[in-house]
């Protein structure tokens, strides 16, 4: 991220940085870079360098709404690739993929819907997405999702919901 946001395209809007978490918590409260021996300007910096990633938590979801997708999961694996599951849920890693591809695609909904609404011409190349317009519209956004209930804050991260 420091790279990144030296070389400006933390905020130009080319790039979406997402990160996701692979164990539940290691990023939440990281504030390493807060207390480490550089100096104050590069503290400025790595803050302002990671306020432009989206971190992806996969959290290990209960209850029934889980159990319900983790069926239905087995029940298509069987049904269209014949293969069972051994364990009694799915991995939370199935879930999770899931649900960032849930919002993801909710995103880019949102976001096309809103540039469609912009006279285009025909012979004209399809618009680039501003990656920082797509990751914002990640952001500050509750839904239920297959596994998981989920509320996306601004300061990215997520918190889970009770379904």
């Known amino acids: 991220m420091r790279i990144a946001h030296h070389r ?7 790039y979406a940085f997402i990160h996701t978490e692979l164990i539940e918590g290691e990023a939440i409260g990281n504030t390493s870079w807060a207390g480490g021996s550089e100096s104050d300007e590069t503290k400025q910096t790595l803050k302002e360098a990671y ?11 209960l209850g029934d709404f889980y159990k319900n997708f983790s069926d239905e999961v087995k029940q298509r694996a069987l049904k269209s690739y014949n293969y069972t599951y051994n364990e009694e849920m799915v991995n939370y890693f ?28 025909s ?24 596994a998981i209930a989920l509320q996306t804050m601004h300061s990215s991260t997520k918190q889970i919901l009770n379904p």
């Not at 400006?8 to 080319?14: F, P, Q, V």
């Not at 976001?111 to 285009?120: K, L």
């Not at 680039?128 to 990751?135: A, E, H």
Request: proline share 6%; glycine share 2%.
């Open 123 to 146: 012979q004209s190349p399809p618009a680039r997405i501003d990656g920082r317009q797509l990751v914002a519209r990640m952001k500050n956004v509750s839904f239920s999702a297959m």
């Open 51 to 61: 306020q432009a990633l989206l971190i992806v938590s996969l959290n290990q979801p």
């Open 94 to 121: 199935t879930a999770s993929f899931h649900d960032s591809v849930l919002l993801l695609c909710r995103a880019l909904q949102d976001y096309h819907n809103m540039t469609d609404s912009e006279p285009t011409d």
């Open 8 to 14: 400006k395209i933390t905020h130009s809007g080319e």
